[in-house]
T-cell receptor, first 117, second 115 residues
Framework: AQKVTQAQTEISVVEKEDVTLDCVYE???????LFWYKQPPSGELVFLIR??????QNEISGRYSWNFQKSTSSFNFTITASQVVDSAVYFC??????????????FGTGTLLAVQP | DAGVIQSPRHEVTEMGQEVTLRCKPI?????LFWYRQTMMRGLELLIY????????DSGMPEDRFSAKMPNASFSTLKIQPSEPRDSAVYFC?????????????FGPGTRLTVL
């Protein structure tokens, strides 16, 4: 069965600190996709990144970086020099490829990040 | 390009009333999803459509819930009769299946309160 675990329920940091949000997933499939979404206080879900199971290269986008490690089934998200605007709930999600088509997203429970000024 | 549009943004109703939530997906997207978010259960998929056809409705909680997609640019999620435990934020998302899978883009959500 597919499962996404975000063990950190809440994290509080002071502005300019670096912070890493953990994501561990379970899947029996060899082809799958991993995602991160951000949910700011306004409530919408904002797509941040998609990574497929065949691409273990880390990715950096500005202050955001992602570390994908198949050996540990983890897809961690790091924010460098955090800012107050980063305060949000962050969701990790898994999508499997089966039967030739997929799009079902399995979400983790989310990590609430509070960045204090 | 307009994103996924949902209406209404907020809905307050009384138990027993019919509630209809609406969604307009991103133009050109061929998958549409309905999710529900609650504190207890987190984000859960209710149903999804491909080319206007329901593919998987195993997440629909019970017969009081129904969803339709009469055309590529419109979908509804209906609850009849509504109950207080249906109070949640309902999200619609859409995607374009280029290859095996693609990114789902979410609407702003409808916050439903059933009194």
């Amino acid at each position: 069965a597919q499962k996404v675990t975000q063990a950190q329920t809440e994290i509080s940091v002071v502005e300019k600190e670096d912070v890493t949000l953990d994501c561990v997933y379970e899947t029996r499939d060899t082809t799958y996709y991993l995602f991160w979404y951000k949910q700011p206080p306004s409530g919408e879900l904002v797509f941040l990144i998609r990574r497929n199971s065949f691409d273990e290269q880390n990715e950096i986008s500005g202050r955001y970086s992602w570390n994908f490690q198949k050996s540990t089934s983890s897809f961690n998200f790091t924010i460098t020099a955090s800012q107050v605007v980063d305060s949000a709930v962050y969701f990790c999600a898994l999508s499997e490829a089966y039967g030739g088509a997929t799009n079902k997203l399995i979400f983790g429970t989310g990590t609430l990040l509070a960045v204090q000024p | 390009d307009a994103g996924v549009i949902q209406s209404p943004r907020h809905e307050v109703t009384e138990m027993g009333q019919e509630v209809t939530l609406r969604c307009k997906p991103i133009s050109g997207h061929d998958y549409l999803f309905w999710y529900r978010q609650t504190m207890m259960r987190g984000l859960e998929l209710l149903i999804y459509f491909n080319n206007n056809v329901p593919i998987d409705d195993s997440g629909m909680p019970e017969d009081r819930f129904s969803a339709k997609m009469p055309n590529a640019s419109f979908s509804t999620l209906k609850i009849q009769p509504s109950e207080p435990r249906d109070s949640a934020v309902y999200f619609c998302a859409s995607s374009f299946a280029s290859g095996i899978t693609d990114t789902q883009y979410f609407g702003p959500g409808t916050r439903l309160t059933v009194l």
